[in-house]
């Protein structure tokens, strides 16, 4: 069975600029997290998804936005890029909204020129 | 906010040595688990707990969940080559997937 899968895997964009990352779930798997990752600290809550509605949120500026899909896959959109924003974003795939057993995808690594 | 506290930041063992690393907060969770991530990849759960005091293993690992729900540790034994990477703590307070997550500790093993 597949796993979580995110498209790009590398992405290069400049100050000011927006972007789109995308995220595949688990085959039956409902729920979708994202996170963030900067280098040398451990991933950053961001987003919760269950069931297209929006479960909960981190401590990110409301230049971060999600939504999640009928078909379970989410999309990330940051706008206004800030240097900062350079991290490798995660996200991971959860069988219900209150699962604690979350599985990760391999990450977007986004660099912020 | 809530914080997960790994130390030391990397590890170094000779490979068939055993390995201890803990991870404390100063605030009550219901829920540990274990991560490992190695480069270019998302971290891979390696063991979850789920109540106090209990005591789990996944072949040569082994977690416990502290019985003040403030802390747990991971134990590696007999280490090989492949047990490097970076090993996070991770845990939930409620009924939501929000996982907070340490810093992380960076293993080396030595052939």
């Known amino acids: 069975d597949a796993g979580v899968t995110q498209s790009p895997t590398h992405l290069i964009k400049t100050r000011g600029q927006q972007v789109t990352l995308r995220c595949s779930p688990i085959?039956?798997?409902?729920?979708v997290s994202w996170y963030q990752q900067v280098l040398g600290q451990g991933p950053q809550f961001i987003f919760q998804y269950y069931e297209k509605e929006e479960r909960g949120r981190g401590n990110f500026p409301d230049r971060f936005s999600a939504r999640q899909f009928p078909n379970y896959s989410s999309e990330l959109n940051v706008n206004a890029l800030l240097l900062g924003d350079s991290a490798l974003y995660l996200c991971?795939?959860?069988?219900?909204?209150?699962?604690?057993?979350?599985?990760f995808g391999p990450g977007t690594r986004l660099t912020v020129t | 906010g809530q914080q997960l506290n790994q130390s030391p930041q990397s590890m170094f063992i000779q490979e068939g040595e055993d390995v201890s690393m803990n991870c404390t907060s100063s605030s009550i969770f219901n829920t540990w688990l274990w991560y490992k991530q190695e480069p270019g990849e998302g971290p891979v759960l390696l063991i979850a707990?789920?109540?106090?005091?209990e005591l789990t293993s996944n072949g040569r690992l082994t977690a416990q969940f502290g019985i003040t729900r403030k802390d747990s540790f991971l134990n590696i034994s007999a280490s090989i080559p492949s047990d490097v990477g970076i090993y996070f703590c991770a845990a939930l307070t409620g009924a939501n997937s929000k996982l907070t997550f340490g810093k992380g500790i960076t293993l080396s093993v030595r052939p």
């Open positions: 085959s039956g798997h409902k729920s």
């Open positions: 991971a795939s959860s069988l219900i909204q209150a699962s604690y057993e979350q599985y």
């Open positions: 707990l789920y109540k106090a005091g």
